[in-house]
């Protein structure tokens, strides 16, 4: 298999796909294709209202690369990497609409010697189960013979500036060892970090999921171990610093766990075992503990903020942060919305002030008026404000509260 020049494509421009498009066209003609055309009209007016790069890194794209929302213009690339959402629907069951969608579009264009990388994260079996039976229906050729794919599972932890995109192992694999060669020598030249070859498509697929579900089931440990210290009146923080002292314990603290990946990943592996009528009775439990987690939080918050208060009238709290972590405005799946929810059932009145999230995306999602400007935040006493998150850019926050208190106390 001769290719003569590289010309990618990058299906799906979100937190994924966008640094992806970026790290790439360093090195290689690029093009990125999202279906929404709103997101491409604003990439190219130099705004990412996802923060998945910084300011310059958008501004930059359109001179390096070609941004679109139309299958066409990628017609004549040869390399595709698809980083499409892969969410879980209301029921918590996968939800791989959108990647379905893309193999159909993708098939009417692909030529025969051209590559297909998927990135985003599926349960073991998906690649070559569901989206390669769609690609060869739709081109009417075969893979693994006229186009061929392969599976490098996405490792983006946003917000994190240590363990960046380049720097980070990659996983590849790939139908046959000249295409995995090729596809890691196309990686290589951007990455810095070492290039891991899985030895096939599946294995590659149950690496991505296996480390999101042993984070999951760390934290769930630690959630669960938190409610037990607490009954024993211990503090669940400094019983954690303290085992973590020796060098084999892993110090994970308790946490509500929200986000794409940990509290959505395990549930495309729950779908699967059960599929094989395997039972993952850890992997279920721990989601369990972990959803749960949020009904104690909220339930010690609003005794506490009772307990506290001191006059009649309304029950106020200011909740300061909601993103499902510190320091970005992603709030996909974030436990703070539940939370609200929840709080709201017996506390008269609660705002919610972050300024990284997007106030619109907010509303739309879960139905909040979200105050993301300082200037925003009302005036009135609150009897109780609640750090939930700990942006830096909380710490000089003006507002007027009785008290103020981390929400680790309540873990």
């Given amino acids: 298999m001769i290719v003569k020049e ?52 958008v501004r930059d794209l359109p001179e390096k690369c070609r941004l679109t929302n139309s299958w066409s213009d990628i017609s004549s690339c040869n390399f595709y990497v698809i980083t499409v959402p892969t969410p879980i629907d209301s029921n918590r069951q996968p939800d791989t609409s959108s990647l379905e969608s893309a193999c159909r579009s993708l098939s009417v264009i692909i030529k025969r010697g051209d590559i297909i990388v998927f990135e985003s994260t599926v349960y073991p079996g998906a690649t070559e189960e569901l989206c390669i039976p769609i690609l060869e229906n739709g081109c009417k050729m075969k893979s693994n013979h006229d186009f061929f794919v392969g599976y490098s599972p996405e490792r983006i932890n946003i917000g994190d500036d240590e363990h960046g995109l380049a720097n980070t192992p990659k996983i590849v694999s790939a139908q046959n060892e000249e295409v995995l060669e090729m596809i890691c020598g196309i990686y290589h030249e951007v990455f810095e970090a070492k290039i891991v070859k899985a030895s096939s498509i599946k294995t590659a697929e149950a690496a991505k999921m296996y480390e ?66 395997i039972a993952l009775n850890l992997v279920e439990t721990a989601r369990f503990l972990n959803e749960a987690k949020v009904k104690h939080v909220a339930r010690r918050i609003t005794k506490y903020a009772r307990q506290k208060k001191t006059k009649d009238g309304e029950l106020k709290i200011l909740i300061l942060g909601f993103s499902y972590k510190r320091n970005i405005g992603d709030i996909r799946n974030t436990k703070i919305a539940d939370l609200i929810a929840i709080l709201s059932m017996s506390i008269d009145k609660i705002d919610c002030f972050d300024p990284l999230v997007n106030k619109e995306e907010a509303k739309k999602q879960y139905g909040l008026d979200i105050i993301t400007s300082m200037s925003d935040i009302p005036k009135d006493e609150y009897d109780l404000a609640i750090i939930t998150v700990k942006h830096n850019c909380l710490n000089d926050v003006n507002y007027n509260a009785k008290m103020t208190i981390n929400i680790d106390e309540f873990l």
């Fill in 6 to 57: 590289i010309k990618i494509a990058i299906i799906g421009l979100g937190y994924v796909g966008l640094p992806v498009l970026s790290l790439f066209s360093k090195k290689y003609k690029c093009w990125g294709l999202d279906v929404n055309k709103q997101r491409i009209q604003k990439l190219l007016g130099g705004i990412d209202e996802k923060g998945a790069l910084s300011l310059s890194m």
């Fill in 212 to 277: 999101n579900v042993q984070r999951d089931v760390l934290i769930a440990l630690a959630n669960q171990y938190s409610e037990y210290c607490r009954v024993e009146g211990v503090n669940i923080m400094e019983v954690t610093n303290c085992a973590s002292t020796k060098w084999n314990f892993a110090a994970v603290y308790p946490g509500l766990v929200g986000g794409h990946c940990i509290s959505v990943d395990p549930y495309y592996l729950i779908a699967r075992a059960k599929e094989r009528d």
